[in-house]
């Protein structure tokens, strides 16, 4: 018998009742609910698609299903299915033009795809207020940093974290106990010292690590970071990894979802790996398994050698007549 209530019918994708957690096992998940009965419509990830109740999805911090945007008669994305289980650290990588920027805007909700579901946190886009669910995101995007307030310190850029603002609010006083939870991030983020600095004088790779402090003071169940650490040099690029590596080492931490075409910006912890090609989604599953000489030589067309030393992944190309 249905576990769905009758008015819910109507949404539902696949099995009758909620799976386990995928954080558990999500292929004994498989095993389980096929041996039981028909599973429709899995994922790239060979997982079971979700329940939907009430205009909310079960089990998965982001899930889309067969997403494509379409524009001017052109696929930038193209039928993507991808899951990405809560607490865990997703990399999402590709070459130039395989639609990585269009994802980011569509997973944040500022691009409606032209087909397809999409589902943050459990909340279906189309069905729960966008602006709350843009609340529970963290995103980051370096090259478009929000236009903070020339003077702003670097304690209250991070404070505006509580708010969802890009200024202190004038009639809402910041509490001691929030003030505390500012400090706090920063002292984890190896921010403290930097708190009475103006942000707008900090390095490219110190501005970084403060948006990292304002999304976790804001709570953020999802962290989107588009190209984290574009444009730095080398020790500020390894700081901010090193950063986000102590992030992912936090108990309970958010679901993080790296989007990027450089394997060097991957901190330690990454779960699961998603190859992006021309709008479709070339490979997906385990980092150990996807991070390959092989297969990141027919992403991007060229000779790929990769190593992984320490639980960090380097790549180098190897022209053809070298």
């Known amino acids: 018998m249905s576990c769905l209530p009758q008015s819910a019918l109507k949404h539902k994708t696949t099995l009758d009742c909620p799976l386990p957690d995928p954080v558990i096992s999500q292929l004994a998940s498989h095993s389980r609910a096929t041996s039981a009965q028909s599973v429709l419509n899995t994922s790239v990830l060979s997982v079971p698609s979700p329940v939907i109740i009430w205009g909310r999805m079960n089990a998965y911090a982001v899930d889309l299903q067969d997403v494509s945007v379409v524009r001017q008669e052109r696929f930038l994305l193209a039928g993507i299915s991808l899951h990405v289980a809560p607490g865990t650290c997703c990399a999402i990588l590709g070459p130039n033009g395989s639609g990585k920027s269009t994802l980011v805007s569509v997973l944040s909700g500022y691009t409606w795809p032209s087909s397809g579901t999409v589902g943050i946190d459990g909340q279906v886009f189309g069905k729960v207020d966008l602006a709350g669910v843009r609340k529970g995101i963290g ?44 400090e706090t991030e920063m002292e984890l983020l190896q921010l403290a010292h930097l708190r009475d600095h103006v942000f707008a004088q900090l390095s490219s790779g110190e501005q970084m690590k403060t948006l990292l402090a304002r999304a976790m003071v804001a709570e953020a169940g999802l962290l989107l970071l588009d190209e984290p650490t574009a444009g730095l040099d080398m020790g500020a690029r390894a700081a901010c990894v090193a950063a986000l590596g102590r992030l992912l080492n936090r108990p309970h931490h958010s679901t993080v979802v ?65």
């Open 258 to 322: 790296i989007v990027s075409h450089h394997l060097d910006e991957l901190p330690c912890g990454v779960d699961r790996v998603i190859l992006l090609k021309q709008g479709r989604v070339f490979a997906a599953g385990p980092a150990q398994q996807i991070l390959s000489s092989d297969q990141l030589s027919r992403l991007f067309d060229c000779r790929v050698e990769v190593l992984r030393s320490n639980g960090r992944y380097v790549a180098s190309v190897r022209l053809e007549n070298s």
């Open 139 to 182: 995103l980051i995007e370096p090259s478009r940093s929000p236009a903070f307030d020339g003077q702003m310190q670097v304690r209250e850029v991070v404070a505006t974290g509580l708010f969802g603002t890009i200024r202190l609010p004038l009639r809402r006083e910041v509490l001691p106990s929030q003030w505390r939870r500012v």
